[in-house]
């Protein structure tokens, strides 16, 4: 008889911890010095160039997703139907128009990975409800993120919350351990059972960044290889944060810093 194996976590020492926090606070940086650049007439790729030289010149880092397994730009954004992993490109951002900027960041040899939804001019109600819904979700799975929780408590948290307002979690992509390595085990489901899956000790970092549709979950894969869109065209909203498990709860590494007043 052997053992079903389990998914393992690394657990990150106290100096490797404090690198997760520099990585983490400068990925939340590159993130508030873009937000205010998204707007109505602006292209993707634009936003793609700013990151880019803010990160490598002003900040001497290095934007994780460029090159990483072929991807060709330094940040992914996302429009409206787009799930994840969109191109930045020439498409021009438009008044109502929703986008996921993405953005991962090495610095000293450890990642920060974090992403924000924008609203570009006036945005349906409908639109900007999405929104906040997926980023509460976020947070019901950050808010129990301590030792002793479970992986699939986390997921289950916020699968609750879409489903109760009526949106999707999409399955096929998920949140990842993060630290050296752009994307470690364990996988973490931003769906599930409460009580299963790997418990979570303290050391641990990872990723949540729940992907909620509008319509189905489904999603296809574009010609590209990289673009994630809606199966149905509905909108698509996602959040990202990079936690680390304390040892008596949780600290997300990539707050920003309209957030960092708040806590
Ligand atoms: N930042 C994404 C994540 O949250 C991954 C992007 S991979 C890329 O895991 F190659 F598209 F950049
Ligand atoms: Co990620
Ligand atoms: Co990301």
């Known amino acids: 008889m052997l053992m079903a194996r389990q998914p393992q976590a690394s657990i990150k020492t106290p100096v490797e911890q404090e690198a997760m926090r520099v990585a983490g606070r400068l990925a939340a ?3 508030d010095l873009i937000g205010p650049q998204v707007v109505p007439g602006i292209t993707t790729g634009e936003l793609d160039r700013i990151c880019h030289d803010y990160i490598v010149n002003v900040r001497q880092a ?5 090159h990483y397994r072929g991807f060709p730009r330094s940040i992914c954004t ?34 920060g990975d974090s992403s924000r939804m924008f609203l570009v ?21 950050i808010g129990v993120v301590a030792p002793g929780r479970t992986l699939g408590d986390i997921g289950h948290a916020i699968q609750q919350h ?6 999707s979690v999409v399955q096929e992509y998920c949140g990842h351990g993060i630290g050296r390595a752009f994307h470690e085990d364990p996988q973490v489901l931003h769906y599930g059972t409460p009580g299963t899956g790997l418990m979570l000790e303290p050391g641990m970092t990872f990723t949540i960044e729940p992907m ?17 869109v809606t199966r149905d065209h509905s909108l698509s909203a996602q959040w990202e944060h990079t936690v680390l498990v304390t040892a008596d709860g949780v600290e997300v ?11």
């Open 29 to 31: 940086d590159v993130l």
């Open 162 to 167: 879409v489903e109760a307002e009526g949106y």
């Open 121 to 141: 001019g006036d945005c349906p109600v409908q639109a900007r409800r999405l929104c906040r819904i997926a980023h509460e979700a976020l947070w019901r799975g």
């Open 78 to 111: 996302s429009v409206n139907h787009v799930v994840c992993h969109g191109i930045p490109g020439p498409r021009v951002l438009r008044s109502g128009d929703i986008v996921n900027v993405d953005i991962t960041v090495i610095r000293d040899g450890f990642h």
């Open 212 to 228: 909620v549709n509008a319509g189905q979950r489904h999603v296809k894969l574009l010609g590209d290889g990289w673009t994630v």
């Open 62 to 66: 290095v934007p994780a997703p460029l």
């Open 253 to 263: 590494l990539t707050l920003g810093a309209a957030e960092r007043v708040r806590s």
